[in-house]
């Protein structure tokens, strides 16, 4: 395997913790082949260097609602929690849970998604 994928791999983890799916998401669109990246992420996640779990969907949930402007109604704040999230390789329901759990939105407030 690529030498350079795995340094671009382990530089990525280091700047913050990803899911498999959104590492691999990012090596592919810096243009390693997806195989190989595919390849990278089962072996990382394999040593338990992947943030697939609650912790990091905490994480990642307490960095983006830092950054959401002042304003924001609700329904506008769990929209944007939830489309980022998904973006970055969380589940859907998963993410649902954490606005619930976090008290970011009532469940009329939450957007449609297929989870």
């Known amino acids: 395997m690529d030498r350079d994928l ?3 791999a382990v530089a990525l983890l280091a ?4 899911t498999g799916r959104g590492l691999l998401e990012k090596l592919v669109a810096l243009g390693f082949p997806e195989a ?7 072996e990382f996640g394999g040593k338990g260097w992947l943030a697939d ?3 990091a969907l905490d994480e990642a949930f307490e960095r983006k609602r830092r950054r959401l402007p ?3 109604t609700p329904a506008e704040r769990s929209k944007k929690l939830l489309a980022h ?3 970055r390789g969380f589940a859907p329901a ?4 954490a606005l619930r759990r976090k008290g970011e939105t009532a469940d ?7 989870v």
């Open 6 to 8: 795995r340094k671009a």
């Open 15 to 18: 700047r913050r913790s990803r």
């Open 36 to 42: 190989d990246a595919s390849a990278v992420v089962t």
């Open 53 to 55: 779990g609650e912790e």
């Open 70 to 72: 002042p304003g924001l």
């Open 85 to 87: 999230l998904v973006r």
């Open 94 to 97: 998963a993410v649902l849970e």
């Open 108 to 114: 009329d407030d939450l957007p449609d998604v297929d």
